[in-house]
């Protein structure tokens, strides 16, 4: 089983990416996927939440508006676009999936810097 996020990097405030994280290993239109984020500063916050189906989304206060999530199940990947970014969105990201039966997995992250 792997998830392999990609598409962090270094960005101006205001300025946009797209996550990808690609999943392998497991059925991935059976399970639920998210993104999280964590600092060594702060606790781990869920930033996103798409169903298997993509039919419903979850955000956090913090960035709805701006992020938006969706996946391609022919793919097997889910996608975070974030615009507008702010500095306070400096954060490691990470993919998860969870089935409906409790089984999760996590990926390893990537890193998104907003800096001038």
């Known amino acids: 089983v792997q998830l392999v ?27 639920n996927m998210r ?15 798409i169903s298997s189906t993509g039919g419903s989304t979850n955000y956090a206060d913090s960035v709805k508006g701006r992020f938006t999530i969706s996946r391609d199940n022919a793919k097997n990947t ?4 974030m615009n507008s970014l702010k500095p306070e969105d400096t954060s490691m990201y990470y993919c998860y999936a969870l ?8 990926g390893k992250g990537t890193l998104v810097t907003v800096s001038s």
């Open 5 to 31: 996020e990609s598409g962090g990097g270094l960005v101006q405030p205001g300025g946009s990416l797209r996550l990808s994280c690609a999943a392998s290993g497991f059925t991935f239109s059976n399970y």
């Open 78 to 81: 889910v996608f975070l676009q």
């Open 99 to 106: 089935s409906a039966y409790g089984i999760d997995y996590w």
């Open 35 to 49: 993104w999280y984020r964590q600092t060594p500063e702060k606790a781990r916050e869920l930033v996103a939440h």
